[in-house]
């Protein structure tokens, strides 16, 4: 499968950016879809995880981003959105799509097989 994340950008705080991830080769429903971001010199850290169809759950969110982050799937065109409100100048980062096959549900990134090429957000206070 592959990804491809778009729609990243400068922001001010306190607004809203929505990130798209374009997947292909593979239906996006039958993987585990992950929104993870890195911030310079820190490790990159899940924000987001949107369950395979064979999970009877809801998203899992970074406590970081509980309330104002959203994720959600147009199945039409298999894109895979996270909307960020909100804004806070900590949220700055590259964030990744990424994606495993399966149903478990993991937040480690190295659980992930699958990678975008990352899109750069930059929030301003």
């Known amino acids: 499968v592959q990804l491809a994340e778009s729609g990243g950008g400068l922001g001010e705080a306190g607004g809203s950016l929505r990130l798209s991830c374009e997947v292909s080769?593979?239906?996006?429903?039958?993987?585990?879809l992950g929104w993870f971001r890195q911030a310079p010199e820190k490790e990159r850290e899940y924000v987001a995880i949107?369950?395979?169809?064979?999970?009877?759950?809801?998203?899992h969110y970074a406590d970081s981003v509980k309330d104002r982050f959203t994720v959600s799937r147009d199945a039409a065109t298999d894109t895979v959105y996270l909307d960020m409100n909100s804004l806070k100048a900590e949220d700055t980062g590259v964030y990744y799509c990424?994606?495993?096959?399966?149903?478990?549900?993991?937040?480690?990134?190295?659980?992930?097989?699958?990678w975008g090429q990352g899109t750069q957000v930059t929030v301003s206070s």
């Open positions: 990424a994606a495993r096959r399966g149903v478990s549900i993991y937040y480690a990134p190295d659980q992930f097989t699958s």
């Open positions: 949107l369950p395979s169809k064979w999970y009877r759950g809801n998203v």
């Open positions: 080769g593979g239906m996006s429903e039958v993987y585990v």
